[in-house]
């Protein structure tokens, strides 16, 4: 799975890098930009059914920190240093667990139900698990 291109990575392996360089040409191509993207749009879907009385509440949190997930990640890989980068992962991350904390929230409440929102948690999860994952292969 490529997360990041040669120049996010740092190498001087030459064929290593023109691996890395055509896979990854810009942000859209990450997998973990493209994950972050499915789970807002399923974010979307979800809070379409929620009542319209919560259309600037827990609707716009949802949606708010489900599209910064993908935001924060383009964002970041936009960047000019893997430090930023980085930065803007670990933003990611932490709009992955508000998240995560409104949908179970919204559960408790009643907005949905906990079978609503098990595939999109188990999304979050897995997105989590590569942000993880990419920040250290970024780090070493």
Not at 12 to 19: A, D, K, L, P
Not at 70 to 78: C, L, R, V
Not at 108 to 136: A, G, H, P, T
Request: charge should be positive; hydrophobic fraction near 35%; proline fraction near 1%.
């Amino acid at each position: 799975m490529a997360y990041f291109s040669e120049r996010q990575r740092g190498t001087g392996n030459r064929q290593q890098s023109e691996y890395l360089m055509s896979e990854v040409r810009d942000f859209k191509d990450l997998k973990v930009w493209q994950k972050g993207m499915i789970i807002a749009e399923k974010c979307y879907v979800l809070t379409q059914k929620f009542p319209k009385e919560e259309i600037y509440g827990m609707v716009q949190q949802i949606r708010r920190s489900a599209t910064s997930i993908p935001a924060n990640i383009a964002e970041g890989y936009g960047r000019r240093s893997t430090g930023d980068y980085v930065r803007f992962l670990n933003i990611a991350q932490g709009s992955i667990n508000e998240l995560e904390t409104h949908l179970i929230l919204s559960a408790r409440v009643n907005l949905c139900n906990f079978n609503d929102i098990e595939s999109i948690i188990d999304e979050i999860k897995q997105e989590s698990r590569m942000i993880i994952s990419l920040i250290k292969k970024l780090k070493s």
